[in-house]
């Protein structure tokens, strides 16, 4: 990945593309790692990949793009079928392999740290007044839950343009979560899914995670830097 200078960030193509679409990356990342793929899921995907660049900010998009542009429609639903038995072998079937992708899981090895690992969860939700609708009763420190609260937060960034103050307590609000929070635990994550995983769309996802959740962590601050200064 390319790094560029503060001065220039918000000038070029590269940080035009970031700003764009990494509501949309996160995005990605939720929708498979939340719930088995549907086919509509798989070809709507599909779709939007082909139409924009954002999967190029990660070499992991990039494959995973690649993958997508070589499937025929008539191939959809066979992939579907592969993708959902794979998600099922990872995360919830009898013997998961990823049954609890939470960071107290992964942070914490008594109950009493877990329990207070989760609070400063809850803390960092509620100070920003974010409440999330969970539809599956994920926890608060589940991967999708986490990733959600970036992508809200980047959204509200975003909505106080105009606003200096406010755009930087949000930026900071995505620094402070990214840096103590989801870059603690999901290289780790990451790394187990990458090597676990047999197809090609949850070995990819593993990588984009694993690049892209640095990467957004590098922009914000020079984002930061640039606005500050």
Not at 68 to 96: H, I, N, Q
Not at 160 to 181: A, R, S, V, Y
Not at 197 to 224: C, K, N, W
Request: with cysteine.
């Amino acid at each position: 990945m390319t790094t560029m200078t503060v001065k220039s960030l918000l000038d070029t193509a590269k940080g035009v593309q970031w700003l764009q679409g990494r509501g949309w990356v996160y995005q990605l990342l939720i929708d498979f790692l939340e719930n088995p793929p549907s086919l509509s899921q798989i070809a709507l995907w599909q779709r939007q990949a082909a139409m924009r660049e954002e999967l190029a900010l990660t070499e992991g998009g990039r494959r995973l793009q690649e993958h997508w542009g070589k499937l025929e429609p008539c191939e959809l639903s066979d992939v579907c079928r592969m993708e959902t038995k794979e998600y099922e072998r990872l995360f919830t079937g009898p013997d998961a392999l990823l049954p609890c992708v939470c960071e107290s899981v992964y942070r914490t090895t008594d109950q009493r740290s877990g329990h207070r690992c989760l609070q400063q969860i809850r803390e960092a939700y509620a100070g920003c007044g974010i409440v999330f609708n969970k539809l599956q009763s994920e926890k608060d420190d589940h991967l999708t839950i986490e990733l959600e609260f970036i992508a809200v937060a980047g959204e509200h960034m975003d909505n106080t343009q105009g606003l200096p103050e406010c755009q930087l307590m949000w930026l900071d609000t995505q620094i402070d979560f990214l840096k103590n929070h989801l870059l603690q635990w999901t290289p780790r994550l990451s790394n187990e899914l990458t090597s676990l995983a047999r197809t090609p769309l949850y070995r990819e996802i593993g990588h984009i995670v694993s690049e892209f959740i640095p990467y957004d962590l590098q922009m914000l601050r020079l984002l930061r830097e640039e606005l500050a200064g």
